[in-house]
């Protein structure tokens, strides 16, 4: 997959001085199984709290719809998802959540967190 971490834009976080939470949830995101090359379907769901940039919705929904037909596993997707917003959005902490469809009886569920490294005092 060529790197769509382009296709999301960001706008200037409103208030900045405050921490507030931000949920974003795509509930029908589709991808497909690198081994059997079915179809997998889920809930993204994106949690964090923004430092001076926000996602914009039109973008994220352009974004996410990329893997529509990428080979890739649950794992990966995860935290491709959040390597790609924290690159783009240096939020104060994100976590990226799939939930997916039950495929041969079993469910699955990912989570992936960023937080910054705390700075140590002097």
């Given amino acids: 997959m060529s790197d769509c971490r382009e296709i999301l834009e960001t706008f200037a976080n ?6 507030y939470e931000i949920v974003h949830e795509q509930p029908e995101f589709t991808s497909v199984c690198p081994k059997t090359g079915q179809p997998d379907f ?37 935290n491709r998802i959040l390597d790609d917003l924290v690159a783009t959005l240096r939020p104060r902490r994100m976590v990226v959540v799939g939930a997916f469809t039950p495929r041969g009886g079993l469910h699955s569920t990912i989570t992936a967190e960023y937080a910054p490294p705390r700075r140590r005092r002097r």
């Fill in 42 to 78: 889920g809930r993204i769901t994106i949690r964090y709290i923004a430092d001076r940039r926000c996602v914009e919705l039109k973008s994220l929904k352009l974004y996410l719809q990329s893997y529509r037909n990428e080979g890739v596993f649950y794992e990966d997707v995860v």
């Fill in 14 to 19: 409103p208030h900045v001085a405050r921490d």
